[in-house]
């Protein structure tokens, strides 16, 4: 069975760094691209970027390019999206996601990481 | 940048109704359009991929249809369960983007 655990929720104050997590399971994590997808409170859904964990090439959404890192480790099976200075407006629920090849619609998703970001 | 625009915003709807939601892209003519269901609290579930074809496991009742720039879902029969809100999103090349949401209220 596929699955995506995310790591816990964070509560951080402005100017902070984070890296949250991303562990696949049940399929070979090597070969397929992760996702990750921001969902600001009452707000929609966000792609921000992309990385194939097999070779790490990533791709960013422009809106989010510079304002994220987004990382993977292969032999653990899992990825990363970092923070070097979080702000507020970057609280929000972040969801990995793995787009299914070639069609790239997200068939699985982790259960979401709730970053909250407050002085 | 393709934009993807979802109308309604928000639909009143009772058990029973057909309902339906339109996703416009702002150009191009790619058929990769999935729609998910999001409830509160919870990660969005696939419904629709590739335009038309029903995801594994989901009620019949969804269907998905459109070509070019215009897209619809239709729930065909709304049941308790399908009160959530809804989103279409487009896939070309390495670029993801979702519509801004359809809320599927009880009326």
């Known amino acids: 069975e596929v699955q995506l655990v995310q790591s816990g929720a964070e509560v951080k104050e402005p100017g902070e760094s984070l890296k949250i997590s991303c562990k696949g399971s049940g399929y070979n994590f090597n070969i397929y691209w992760i996702g990750w997808v921001r969902q600001m409170p009452g707000k929609g859904l966000e792609w921000m970027g992309i990385i194939y964990p097999g070779d790490s090439e990533t791709r960013y959404n422009p809106s989010f390019q510079g304002q994220v890192i987004i990382s993977a480790d292969k032999s653990i099976s899992t990825a990363y999206l970092q923070w070097s200075s979080l702000k507020a407006s970057d609280t929000a629920m972040y969801y990995c996601?793995?787009?299914?090849?070639?069609?790239?619609?997200?068939?699985?998703w982790g259960q979401g990481t709730l970053v909250t970001v407050s002085s | 940048d393709i934009q993807m625009t979802q109308s309604p915003s928000i639909l009143s709807a009772s058990v029973g109704d057909r309902v339906t939601i339109t996703c416009r892209a702002s150009h191009g003519s790619s058929s990769w359009l999935a729609w998910y269901q999001q409830k509160p609290g919870k990660a969005p579930k696939l419904l629709i991929y590739k335009t038309s074809s029903l995801e594994s496991g989901v009620p019949s009742r969804f269907s998905g249809s459109g070509s070019g720039t215009e897209f619809t879902l239709t729930i065909s029969g709304l049941q308790p369960d399908d009160f959530a809100t809804y989103y279409c999103q487009q896939y070309n090349t390495y670029t993801w983007t979702f519509g801004q949401g359809t809320k599927v209220e009880i009326k």
């Open positions: 996601a793995r787009p299914r090849p070639e069609l790239g619609n997200f068939d699985y």
